[in-house]
């Protein structure tokens, strides 16, 4: 069974940063991607990855301030964020997919459940 578990969701002021994780079991992926959404607005790409060789690629929105990284062994994906901006405010989804990566959520066969993160000014 395929699970997508997110995690490292919160409040946090403008400025600062939280660390997002998401742990995935029950296949190898091709490909994860971060997504978000905000309230009364479609879900959009934040950052994506391609297990083999590395490959990363961000929205222009975050690009400087977020970074991907993974912990092999454990089959986690995590989200790094700084100099967090009130616009960042979303729930954010972990999705996953094992034959392609792309900035679309069409892209993506398996989905967390979400974490929301808030930030305030």
């Known amino acids: 069974q ?9 409040l946090v002021q403008a400025g600062g940063s939280l660390r ?3 742990a995935a079991s029950g296949r190898t992926f091709f490909a994860m991607a971060w997504f978000r959404q905000a309230p009364g607005k479609e879900r959009e790409f934040v950052a994506g990855l391609r297990w083999i060789g590395g490959y990363t690629n961000y929205a222009d929105a975050v690009k400087g301030r977020f ?7 454990d089959n986690q994906l995590y ?24 900035i ?11 974490t929301r993160v808030t930030v305030s000014s």
């Open 67 to 73: 970074s991907l990284s993974t912990d092999n062994a």
């Open 20 to 22: 997002l994780s998401c």
């Open 79 to 102: 989200l790094q964020m700084n100099g967090l901006k009130p616009e960042d405010t979303a729930v954010y989804y972990c999705a996953a997919d094992s034959l392609r990566i792309g």
């Open 2 to 10: 395929v699970q997508l578990v997110e995690s490292g969701g919160g």
């Open 104 to 114: 679309s959520p069409n892209d993506y066969t398996y989905w967390g459940q979400g």
